[in-house]
T-cell receptor
Framework: ETGVTQTPRHLVMGMTNKKSLKCEQH?????MYWYKQSAKKPLELMFV???????ENNSVPSRFSPECPNSSHLFLHLHTLQPEDSALYLC?????????????FGPGTRLTVT | GIQVEQSPPDLILQEGANSTLRCNFS?????LQWFHQNPWGQLINLFY???GTKQNGRLSATTVATERYSLLYISSSQTTDSGVYFC???????????FGTGTRLQVFP
């Protein structure tokens, strides 16, 4: 596998379920990001991890819980979501968390909350 | 925070036509990227171009940082160019990549 991969690609879950999104990067990068893309809205940054430390939480509700066990893997744990959380969730990585390097994105997980 | 505006919001072309997409931003930046989002949602890196001009095949981009805009040129467009084109910037005082609202391009045969 090359680049940034995400699983699952599609997920349908009820409001009482608990699920996790997984992201893996094969680029040797040290920073990883979660973004949310809702219909007709710009991409919104959710979380940033730089060298496994969370450096940004963009006022995300606590029903979204990120985890970064190492520089190559990033998870987004989901629980008691709302229908308005339905969106495309994109993971990205970059060389580090400064603004000097371009970010590379995975294919996304399309989440539907019923 | 920094504002990013893209124009036009929608663009319809016939195959073979050329087009110019524009990105205006409200503050100095040291990171600017152009992406193409395909119909399946994948964001594909086109250019990392905080300043200057770059070309890659039928695509080229120019960023004039002092005037706070960037242009993406698509020449001899193909149906596979369809999708949404995003400009994203990071300013000097933030580590956040801020996205514009995109230009939706449709290329018909």
């Amino acid at each position: 596998e090359t680049g940034v991969t995400q699983t699952p690609r599609h997920l349908v879950m009820g409001m009482t379920n608990k699920k996790s999104l997984k992201c893996e990067q094969h680029l040797g990068h040290n920073a990883m990001y979660w973004y949310k893309q809702s219909a007709k809205k710009p991409l919104e940054l959710m979380f940033v991890y730089n060298f496994k430390e969370q450096t940004e939480n963009n006022s995300v509700p606590s029903r979204f819980s990120p985890e970064c066990p190492n520089s190559s893997h990033l998870f987004l744990h989901l629980h008691t979501l709302q229908p308005e959380d339905s969106a495309l969730y994109l993971c990205a990585s970059s060389q580090d968390g400064t603004n000097l390097y371009e970010q590379y994105f995975g294919p996304g997980t399309r989440l539907t909350v019923t | 925070g920094i504002q990013v505006e893209q124009s036009p919001p929608d663009l319809i072309l016939q195959e073979g036509a050329n087009s110019t997409l524009r990105c205006n931003f409200s503050d100095s930046v040291n990171n600017l990227q152009w992406f193409h989002q395909n119909p399946w949602g994948q964001l594909i890196n086109l250019f990392y171009i905080p300043s200057g001009t770059k070309q890659n095949g039928r695509l080229s981009a120019t960023t004039v940082a002092t005037e706070r805009y960037s242009l993406l040129y698509i020449s001899s467009s193909q149906t596979t160019d369809s999708g949404v084109y995003f400009c994203a910037v990071e300013s000097y005082n933030t580590d956040k990549l801020i996205f514009g609202t995109g230009t939706r391009l449709q290329v018909f045969p």
